[in-house]
């Protein structure tokens, strides 16, 4: 059964519910209240007979003169006397010789009672006529309650139905509005049906509906998901590109060292040198993607311990400045004593790593800074180089596996890196609850700065 079908059987159902609960509660209070103002005209009625009452020097009830009182026609009336005898009736209770309730015929306390003689219905008050603690007859005044039922009848009908009509008109507004919300939804099936029919995560969904009901909002969640699944497509995609290519070159190089030997039958100390860098760069390669793979999901293994920051920064800046030689000025401007908690090696690997950014894009010449410094409960380490910057439109997706700006890609093969670098920092930072940011400008110079938590032990 479709949701359409479900929900407008459902909205109906819980119409008729609905109307048949007010239906009968209505019904149920017209009956309650007829036979409470009939019980009232027929308690008035008694009073009125029993005031004209007469009771004669024996203490016995005397003819009651009921013409005299001005009775509907609707009103039947007995008087009984205390040894059975009708004493008086009124006209239209001539028909019956029998009490119009025998069953309250001996009745002590007033009492109303509903009684059926033959198809006629009849509500009857039964009052008993005592004078001096002793009983000296029966009144029982009576109704017919045909009318009731009558108008009982005719507002039943009318409930059922109004309640027929009212269904059905529920239904088919019911129908029609569900059918005009769902509407979207069948688009969005639609479309998600053609998109993995066509395999094409460029398509999205046209927002006809407003943005801020469910309906937009799904289909807005929708289209975000397509846009990050693309977004993921579009980058595996390229990362085999990359992964091939970086894997192709240094083939090249093997293999035409290889061919080069075979060819003079010589071993030549310059082609396996060569041969060497290349294994080298490979095994760098595929070293760092096996990291990659492990920092994204999560299951980089880290040796988490309390780390001096100071010691290993001073260790990192001792190591930069071999590296830039005379050609860089490395300076170490300041340096707070801070404890993070965390793996060392990696922790080491990272500053290493924008380190060694920072002496390949600083041309000789420039110089390059260092600093620790405590943010509240952070540690702030800041390289900052003079170097040749980052362009605004590299700067975005610098931290992008394999990502190196065009400048970077046209360096020299060994010089190059793979681009993976900044992409390892970020995630072992994550993995550190810290972040990693980056401002530069082109010709001026790149700061990094990396935030970790100080250690609390
Ligand atoms: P690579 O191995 O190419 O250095 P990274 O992931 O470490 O890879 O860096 C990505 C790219 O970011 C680099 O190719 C370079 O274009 C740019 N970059 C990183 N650090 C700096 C810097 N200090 N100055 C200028 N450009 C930088």
């Known amino acids: 059964m479709s949701l359409r079908v479900r929900l407008t059987w459902l909205y109906t159902s819980l119409m008729g519910g609905l109307i048949l609960s007010l239906g009968l509660a209505v019904y149920s209070m017209v009956r309650v209240d007829l036979v409470y103002n009939i019980d009232i005209l027929l308690e008035r009625t008694a009073n009125d007979i029993i005031h004209n009452a007469r009771i004669d020097a024996a203490g016995n009830l ?106 059905v008109l529920a239904g088919l507004i019911s129908w029609l509005i569900i059918g005009h919300a769902l509407a979207p939804l069948e688009m969005i099936t639609r479309v998600a049906t053609n998109i993995t029919a066509a395999d094409d995560l460029s398509r999205r969904i046209s927002l006809s509906a407003p943005t801020h009901d469910e309906v937009g909002q799904l289909i807005q969640a929708f289209n975000q998901t397509l846009s990050r699944l693309e977004h993921l497509f579009t980058a595996q995609r390229r990362f085999l590109t990359d992964v ?132 509240g409960n952070q540690a702030r380490v800041v390289i900052s180089d003079s170097g040749t910057g980052i362009s605004a439109e590299d700067l975005p997706h610098i931290f992008e596996r394999f990502y190196r700006s065009e400048k970077s890609r046209t360096r020299s093969h060994e010089d190059g890196g793979f681009g993976l670098g900044l992409s390892i920092a970020y995630w072992i930072v994550r993995q550190h609850d810290g972040r990693i940011e980056v401002d530069s400008k082109e010709g001026q110079g790149t700061t990094f700065c990396i935030w970790l938590p100080l250690s609390t032990k």
């Open 244 to 375: 091939s290519h970086e894997l192709r070159t240094p083939l090249t190089v093997i293999k035409g060292n290889v061919g080069l030997m075979r060819h003079v039958h010589s071993v030549d100390e310059e082609s396996l040198l060569s041969i060497e860098n290349e294994v080298d760069r490979l095994t760098r390669l595929v070293g760092d993607l096996l990291l990659l793979a492990q920092a994204e999901s999560g299951k980089i293994p880290l040796d988490m311990q309390p780390v001096e920051l100071d010691t290993l920064l001073f260790e990192v800046f001792q190591q930069m400045r071999i590296l830039a030689g005379d050609h860089l000025q490395v300076k170490l401007v300041e340096i707070d004593q801070l404890k993070v908690t965390g793996d060392r090696d990696r922790l080491k690997q990272v500053l290493l790593n924008l380190g060694g950014n920072a002496i390949k894009y600083t041309p000789a010449g420039g110089s390059i800074q260092i600093g620790l410094y405590r943010s």
């Open 62 to 167: 005397d003819l009651v003169n009921l013409r005299t009182l001005n009775l509907t026609e609707n009103l039947l009336i007995q008087v009984w006397g205390r040894d059975g005898r009708l004493l008086a009736s009124s006209e239209n209770a001539r028909q019956f010789t029998n009490s119009i309730d025998l069953i309250e015929a001996q009745a002590v306390h007033p009492a109303y009672r509903d009684n059926y003689i033959g198809t006629l219905h009849l509500r009857v008050l039964s009052v008993p006529l005592v004078v001096n603690q002793r009983k000296i007859g029966l009144l029982q005044v009576g109704t017919n309650l045909n009318l009731v039922e009558q108008t009982q009848r005719s507002l039943l009908n009318v409930l059922i139905i109004t309640a027929l009509v009212a269904m």
